[in-house]
């Protein structure tokens, strides 16, 4: 499975585990940046990420700044992505089974790093329930998606 990753510079050090977590797993990344602790825009970033996502570049990507909400808003701007700020793995595994997410974000200052760890692989590993209440609202988000 590709994973896109992206983040600003108040989450590069987790980005980097997060890099490295997902290398041993097997996963290949493409990471989108950035690439240090200097302040950059979250946008530069999460929006090319999200887009190799949505063309089917990538099968999934994960955002993080210092809150995962300015990526997160990033993200879901992109046509075909459905990105979930998550803080917890109740919501990761949730937002895979009903949501069918393909991003994930979290904050960096929000979730510690064994925390982190344990969301985004919950959120990789759950499967979408494939329930037919859930597809019909997904396909209604996309529906919508597509008038605008």
């Avoid at 977590?21 to 240090?36: H, I, K, N, S, T």
């Avoid at 909400?69 to 992109?78: D, E, F, H, P, T």
């Avoid at 929000?110 to 209440?133: C, H, M, Q, Y």
Wanted: proline residues 2%.
């Amino acid at each position: 499975m590709k994973i896109a990753i992206a983040c600003d510079h108040g989450a590069y050090a987790l980005k980097e585990k997060a890099k490295s977590w997902l290398m041993e797993a097997g996963y290949e990344v493409r990471d989108f940046g950035c690439y240090g602790t200097e302040s950059v825009d979250y946008p530069d970033f999460a929006l090319p990420a999200a887009e190799a996502v949505a063309k089917g570049e990538a099968d999934r990507g994960v955002f993080l700044c210092t809150t995962g909400i300015g990526v997160s808003i990033c993200a879901n701007k992109v046509k075909g992505v459905r990105c979930a700020l998550c803080t917890d793995t109740m919501t990761a595994r949730m937002t895979r089974e009903h949501n069918d997410t393909n991003a994930l974000a979290m904050g960096a200052g929000v979730v510690g790093e064994n925390l982190a760890k344990e969301i985004l692989f919950t959120w990789l590993d759950t499967p979408f329930s494939g329930a037919a209440r859930h597809q019909r609202r997904i396909d209604k988000i996309s529906a919508y998606e597509s008038q605008i």
